[in-house]
């Protein structure tokens, strides 16, 4: 009996190592290396449990992923290779019990967990996730929105890891950090809350700009874009806002419209859950655009209009492959130009049959959800990586 | 491309935009809506059990339904509720926004106060995306784009959403 078996794993043995021509495997775990400014995340932010998922836009690979917890926060990615931090909500029954609320801590090579910084747990989520937090110009602080419904901002010191404080913010949500030590939130009126931190991180001053918009005629999406020492925010009827950060007090200057009134009155307005993106190099603005009118600025987005900073002029104009639920810009010395794209895996003439005949909604059961990448001068299509995301709420670039 | 493609694709572009509105969001995990104090609602109560009327025309369970003008989130018709209660095992969060919409049928405003419900998971059916009125989060009692449980006495999970008649709006 032992002679047979001795004999057939022989057989086996001798059949593996004659066709064995790959050589032996050893599976391991990759690492990441150093970040390049080519590399997207795409943040699966709205759910129970979020997901952040890296791609590397040059080949379409899919690098990594982050597991971040209820409704993302969003990431904090600084660069020169330190640790990634991603703001979270769990719940103790993984649906229910007891919240908490957390910075947690990753490695950037092994995106490995290596601590967490415990905040109050009353941090806003929000379908849109800019305005929601932000860090300072050189990653010391991070503060982020708080809502229960009482509006608070927490401070958060990330150079020593640590809690600092929670302020009041009453009637103001949406931050914005302006310079090392000092930030702003968006207000009800149409004004700022600004707060000078000392270097611990504790408030020192605080106050209030005068109204620069109407937040009812002309209310300014809570999605601004930093730009040198100004923050620019859109408005729902087509106007820029700029805001220069570059004193303690924020100081407003001059809106200007990127619509014409032809425009505006052909209904042209921003559109999607992230809608506004700038190249700070070549200062260059890219909104997303769509022509559906009043109350559609959530609507996904057909093409992306390019300003120059400056001048206010617009300078290209893209008509998209896809329609887009967001936008990124790269900051790539000749940048990339990323849009959360709706791709539906049927021929146009099916999508429109299926439209003709009442199915809309199952165009959506079918569309997938992936990321198209733009060269952003020309607004020509490089490539469009698929499945990249079920809720296309935010990316960041590294 | 032909004349004929370019038209199609144009066509398919603006019929998926449009279309996008009320179902794009169909795949999204979840999301939100809410608002004010549910207790003092006895139009509410009231309408909680009644199928479509002359009175209040259209289906609970339809993302068109006149109530459901600023929504953004799951309807509770579809996932054990009705347009004003949350469906079993879950819980209403106390804190909302507040929306105004045109009932079709007498012609009046109605102050809608769109309630989420929390608790066991995103229903994941009916998605309904309407955004009339809807403004930035900083407006917050106004603002669609807030995930009302979190933060709530019930912070749990958002579950859906319903759309609640608080009365009829001041004419004056």
């Known amino acids: 009996m032992s002679r047979i078996l001795v004999l057939v794993i022989s057989g086996y043995l001798i059949s593996f190592t004659a066709q064995a021509d790959l050589s032996v495997d050893l599976p ?59 703001i979270q909500t769990h719940y103790s029954r993984s649906t229910r019990g007891e919240r908490t609320d957390i910075l947690a801590i990753y490695d950037p090579q092994t995106l490995l967990p290596k601590g967490e910084i415990e905040i109050p747990p009353r941090r806003m989520s929000g379908l849109i996730q800019k305005g929601l937090s932000s860090v300072t110009a050189d990653n010391n602080f991070l503060v982020v929105q708080n809502f229960t419904p009482a509006q608070s901002i927490s401070i ?75 923050w620019l925010y859109a408005s729902h009827n087509g106007y820029v806002y700029p805001v220069d950060v570059s004193d303690i007090v924020p100081v407003a200057a001059e809106r200007w419209s990127f619509l014409s009134d032809q425009e505006r009155a052909a209904g042209w307005r921003f559109g999607g859950f992230n809608h506004i993106n ?15 009118g009043e109350d559609s600025y959530e609507e996904p987005g057909t093409e992306v209009w390019v300003f120059d900073i400056d001048s206010h002029e617009r300078v290209a104009r893209f008509e998209l492959e896809h329609m887009a639920m967001g936008l990124e810009v790269s900051l790539e010395d000749k940048p990339h130009l990323y849009t959360s794209a709706v791709v539906f895996p049927i021929p146009t003439w099916a ?46 670039g590294w | 491309m032909s004349r004929f493609d370019k038209w ?23 999301v939100l809506v809410g608002a004010s104090a549910y207790p003092l609602l006895p139009i509410a109560r009231s309408q909680a059990t009644a199928l479509a009327s002359e009175t209040d025309p259209g289906s609970a369970e339809d993302c068109e339904y006149w109530r459901y003008c600023a929504i953004d989130g799951f309807l509770c018709a579809c996932c054990g509720g009705t347009a004003s209660s949350c469906p079993p095992g879950t819980a209403l969060s106390p804190i909302t926004w507040i929306g105004t919409c045109r009932n079709p049928a007498d012609g009046k405003n109605y102050i809608i106060s769109y309630n989420d419900c929390c608790g066991q998971s995103a229903c994941g059916r009916c998605q309904c995306m309407r955004n009339e009125g809807d403004k930035p989060i900083y407006l917050t009692s106004q603002a669609n784009d807030i995930n009302w449980c979190s933060g709530s006495a019930a912070d749990m999970v958002y579950n859906c959403s319903i759309a609640a008649i608080m009365g009829v709006e001041d004419e004056a």
């Open chain 1, 28 to 86: 391991f775990v990759e690492k990441l290396k150093a970040p390049d400014h080519s590399w997207v995340w795409v943040i699966d932010g709205v759910g129970d449990f979020t997901k952040s998922r890296l791609f590397d836009t040059t080949n379409g690979k899919m690098l990594g992923m982050l597991s971040t917890g209820y409704w993302s926060g969003g990431l904090v990615l600084p660069s020169g290779g330190r640790d990634i931090y991603a």
């Open chain 1, 156 to 230: 958060i010191d990330l150079s020593n890891q640590r809690f600092v404080a929670e302020i009041e913010s009453p009637g103001c949500t949406g931050v914005y950090a302006n310079s090392s030590v000092t930030f702003s939130a968006i207000c009800g009126d149409g004004s700022l809350m600004w707060v000078q931190m000392n270097a611990s991180g504790n408030v020192i001053d605080k106050g209030f700009t005068e109204p620069f918009f109407d937040s009812y005629e002309d209310p300014v999406a809570a999605d601004g874009v930093r730009v040198d020492d100004q």
């Open chain 1, 278 to 292: 700038a190249h700070p190099q070549s200062r260059r603005l890219f909104i997303l655009m769509q022509d559906g």
């Open chain 1, 351 to 396: 999508v429109v049959m299926l439209a003709v005949f009442g199915h809309e909604s199952s165009l959506m059961d079918i569309a997938d959800f992936g990321l198209d990448i733009y060269e952003a001068e020309t607004g020509e299509l490089e490539r469009t990586i698929e499945n990249v995301t079920s809720t296309p709420t935010l990316m960041q």
């Open chain 2, 8 to 30: 199609l694709e144009r066509r398919a572009r603006n019929i998926a935009r449009k279309t996008s509105r009320r179902f794009f969001l169909a795949k999204l995990g979840t």
